[in-house]
């Protein structure tokens, strides 16, 4: 039974209990700043390396596509062996198609509404270089940098797999352009959506080339000419081969990288929102009997169990709510036997959105 010794403690007591459950607010950006010009990464000691992300094709995480797209780790690409045996291999195969005049769409054959068109295999690279060019056609403003970054990872990644005809030297300079701060300026509008984000990648892959040097890139917060751009990172203008330009651009980086920098948003909005709900109970003087984990493990809804169980790890400790479920407790006249809706649903409207973010994460 709760006595009155128990409810009137000091306020030093609940300032600390309060502290400490805002102590573990996450801290980062949100989409609702507005995207900064400056660098994104956080100050860190002289002579301290970044984490790197190991690009290989696969098995890359949200959290790194988001650390890398906000400046906060480098990549590095498989050199493997094997890794370079696919591109290797891939490349060949394109080549060999191009000699023998095998119809491959928008290699030997124009695309769109020219797909009924040949491209001779003397025209198999200008044919790549001029899709660039075609392409360039993006309008609006500039897409927020952190973004355009992460688009640059998720097309490389995508590139490591070796299946695209692409030489490795061309995902090396994405890489370089990523780990060296340089972000292609790229327009808000132009993408098709799923049949292919053509537009804003067009634009990153002018930039790479060097195609055209008077393009602007944001070189470590200062914006500059793609051809300064390249002078300072010790690189000149090249062209592509057979096939290498549908590569860059026939794919959905962009839009995936805007929806995995919102889905990480999602992802600390809900965070901040469990702590928000434990100040409340906190407020309130709730009981723990809402987040008991026999009670919900009777359900067959992971989010539920998975979000009783943060609210019992956020108020750990805290002197401000009632811990009923550990011994028999008396009711008492006048006092509520359970909390109102609003505190003892908590894991049950809160369990669906946990089980949502987490099933976006995994596809």
């Not at 839009?255 to 901040?272: G, V």
């Not at 026999?294 to 992971?302: D, E, G, I, T, Y």
Request: some cysteine.
């Amino acid at each position: 039974m709760i006595t009155p010794s128990e409810t009137l403690t000091h306020p030093a007591e609940h300032c600390r209990d309060l502290t400490s459950t805002f102590a573990r607010i996450p801290r980062g950006p949100s989409r609702c700043q507005k995207p900064a010009r400056a660098r994104s990464e956080p100050s860190r000691p002289p002579g301290t390396a970044k984490p790197e992300v190991l690009v290989r094709g696969e098995g890359l995480r949200l959290e790194d596509a988001v650390e890398v797209g906000l400046g906060r780790k480098q990549v590095r690409l498989d050199s493997s062996p094997e890794a370079v045996r696919r591109l290797e291999d891939s490349v060949r195969f394109v080549r060999r198609a191009v000699t023998t005049g095998q119809a491959l769409y928008g290699v030997t054959t124009g695309v769109g509404g020219m797909a009924d068109q040949s491209v001779s295999a003397s025209m198999a690279s200008e044919f790549q270089n001029r899709l660039l060019w075609c392409l360039r056609a993006g309008a609006g403003g500039p897409l927020p940098r952190r973004d355009v970054r992460t688009a640059m990872l998720l097309r490389a990644n995508s590139l490591m797999r070796g299946h695209s005809g692409i030489r490795k030297e061309w995902i090396d300079r994405y890489a370089l352009f990523l780990n060296r701060g340089v972000t292609p300026i790229v327009r808000q509008w132009g993408s098709i959506g799923a049949s292919g984000d053509l537009v804003p990648l067009a634009h990153i892959a002018m930039a790479v080339t060097g195609q055209d040097e008077s393009m602007k890139v944001d070189y470590d917060g200062t914006e500059v000419t793609v051809g300064e751009a390249l002078r300072r990172l010790g690189l000149k203008p090249a062209r592509l081969g057979p096939k290498e330009g549908l590569a860059l651009v026939n794919g959905t980086s962009v839009l995936t990288a805007i929806a995995a920098h919102c889905l990480h948003d999602a992802q600390e909005l809900f965070d901040i929102s469990l702590l928000i709900h434990a100040l409340f109970v906190q407020g309130l003087r709730g009981s723990d009997q809402s987040f008991a984990r026999f009670v919900h493990a009777q359900k067959a809804h992971p989010g539920q169990g998975s979000v009783a169980a943060r609210m019992l790890t956020l108020l750990d400790g805290s002197h401000l709510w009632r811990e009923e479920t550990k011994e028999q407790q008396l009711h008492r006249t006048g006092e509520l036997i359970q909390d109102r809706y609003s505190l003892r649903c908590l894991p049950q409207f809160l369990g669906p959105v946990a089980e949502l973010l987490s099933k976006l994460e995994r596809e």
